[in-house]
T-cell receptor, first 114, second 115 residues
Framework: GAGVSQSPSNKVTEKGKDVELRCDPISGHTALYWYRQSLGQGLEFLIY????????KSGLPSDRFSAERTGGSVSTLTIQRTQQEDSAVYLC????????????FGPGTRLTVT | AQTVTQSQPEMSVQEAETVTLSCTYDTSESDYYLFWYKQPPSRQMILVIRQEAYKQQNATENRFSVNFQKAAKSFSLKISDSQLGDAAMYFC????????????FGDGTTLTVKP
């Protein structure tokens, strides 16, 4: 079946602009995660959804970052007033549930803030 | 809070030989999951192998196996008969059962396979 998809694949934006990153999880997966990966680094947790609710937003780095999930499916990560330090690859993952299962990752969105 | 440490930023192996990637973690929990993921230049994270902490037997998946030492909080990955396609960045990850919302990842090890 189809895997996790993310769009756009690459996004270049000017400092100060808002951006929206989209994630389509695997159908039926109730858990959805956003991570940020800076160049050559590990993954930094941002936010987790179980269904449409976000029990854990602890990783969002500032109030410029927000995310929502609708219909228990598609999720959008929004970064307002982008800064150069926001440049990174943003990875989305989904899982059949939050407990015990591995996470299936999308290909990521590479965000470059100029 | 859990931490995951991969002490080898880069490793190199000759094709057909064996290489071991190290991972240690810190946790106060008794039950959890551990994973190794592979990330090739395409950026797509691929699950290599998983280990449940309550299982004493080390997980094996074809040429990939782990050495899980729970008391030492060590979770190394052994790749046997290395192939050119194994070249990638490898991440060790910890996943709690109580705070199941997120996984904690190490900083990764870049594996180069020499022909």
């Amino acid at each position: 079946g189809a895997g996790v998809s993310q769009s756009p694949s690459n996004k270049v934006t000017e400092k100060g602009k808002d951006v929206e990153l989209r994630c389509d999880p695997i159908s039926g997966h109730t858990a959805l995660y956003w991570y940020r990966q800076s160049l050559g680094q590990g993954l930094e947790f941002l936010i987790y959804f179980q269904g449409n609710s976000a029990p854990d937003k602890s990783g969002l780095p500032s109030d410029r970052f927000s995310a929502e999930r609708t219909g228990g499916s598609v999720s959008t990560l929004t970064i307002q007033r982008t800064q150069q330090e926001d440049s990174a690859v943003y990875l989305c993952a989904s899982s059949p549930s939050a407990v015990g299962y591995e996470q299936y990752f999308g290909p990521g969105t590479r965000l470059t803030v100029t | 809070a859990q931490t995951v440490t991969q002490s080898q930023p880069e490793m190199s192996v000759q094709e057909a030989e064996t290489v071991t990637l190290s991972c240690t973690y810190d946790t106060s929990e008794s039950d959890y999951y551990l994973f190794w993921y592979k990330q090739p230049p395409s950026r797509q994270m691929i699950l290599v192998i998983r280990q449940e902490a309550y299982k004493q037997q080390n997980a094996t998946e074809n040429r990939f196996s782990v050495n899980f030492q729970k008391a030492a909080k060590s979770f190394s990955l052994k790749i046997s008969d290395s192939q050119l396609g194994d070249a990638a960045m490898y991440f060790c990850a910890y996943r709690s059962l109580t705070n199941a919302g997120k996984s904690t990842f190490g900083d990764g090890t870049t594996l180069t396979v020499k022909p």
